[in-house]
């Protein structure tokens, strides 16, 4: 009697949904290609001349970039400036391997502890900062620059908050670390 028939209709109904399936995920595909030709055509450019401007700055660069910034600026947790400190003594520099491992060790642990393990940019961190800037309506909860990214704002960057400056900073992490070694 009835299973003949009802094989045929749940049969019917797999396929059909099967089929609405394919049919879905062709259509999310195109919409993705159609997202990613609009964002190519949009950002293409000015990415691109963000990271020749990287990579000029880093072809440019020197060790020596490193030690001359003998004035230090110190902001508050706004980002306020507080002061400006100048060095009137000489400035000495050890090499890496001058360093006692105790103050590496808390350089590490304290602002990259992925440092070894990355090329400049630890991606998770910075897309899990941006969840939170996003989630937070632009207020700064959390960072996800390693010290790669510090050093070449700190050094060759401003402190401006901007999209452009935080792409600009990560094109030159990676650039300053197929330049440099890690101990450099």
Do not use: C
């Not at 293409?44 to 020197?62: C, F, G, M, W, Y």
């Not at 306020?80 to 000495?92: D, P, V």
């Not at 401006?160 to 101990?183: G, M, P």
């Amino acid at each position: 009697g009835w299973e003949l028939p009802m094989r045929r209709f749940f049969s019917a109904i797999g396929k059909f949904i099967w089929n609405s399936i394919k049919v879905l995920i062709i259509l999310v595909l195109l919409a993705a290609l159609v997202a990613g030709i609009w964002a190519y055509q949009k950002y293409a450019d000015p990415v691109l001349a963000l990271r020749a401007k990287a990579q000029a700055i880093a072809a440019t660069s020197t060790e020596e970039d490193f030690k001359s910034a003998l004035t230090s600026v110190v902001y508050d947790a706004d980002g306020e400036k507080i002061s400006t400190l100048r060095s009137e003594k000489a400035s000495y520099y050890l090499s890496y391997e001058e360093l006692p491992k105790a103050a590496v060790d808390v350089m590490l642990v304290t602002e990259d502890k992925k440092f070894y393990a990355h090329q400049g940019v630890d991606l998770l961190a910075n897309v899990r900062a941006f969840y939170y800037l996003v989630k937070n309506r632009g207020e700064i909860t959390q960072g996800g620059s390693t010290i790669t990214q510090q050093l070449a704002r700190n050094i060759y960057l401003t402190n401006e908050v901007s999209y452009e400056r935080k792409l600009l900073e990560v094109f030159l992490a990676w650039e300053l670390e197929d330049k440099y070694s890690k101990n450099e």
